[in-house]
């Protein structure tokens, strides 16, 4: 009968340094502060476009209603 070598058990320290899902996830958290700054910064023009739209659908409305 032959002897077999048990096996080494596996290292319980990781390697230091970063990881290929901590970069994946900086990145992600970089696009989305980005896409959040972007989204805050063009609030004022999105409300504008929202008036406008109210302001021109109820003057269509407001032939019908008042002919």
Do not use: D, N, W
Request: proline share 6%; glycine share 6%; aromatic share 4%.
């Amino acid at each position: 009968m032959k002897h077999r070598r048990a096996r080494k058990p596996a290292p319980m320290c990781r390697r230091a340094g970063t990881t290929g899902r901590q970069v994946l996830k900086a990145q992600a958290l970089v696009v989305g502060l980005l896409a959040l700054a972007l989204f805050v910064r063009e609030i004022p023009s999105l409300v504008r476009e929202v008036r406008i739209r109210r302001m021109t659908v109820s003057g269509f409305r407001a032939r019908r209603r008042y002919p």
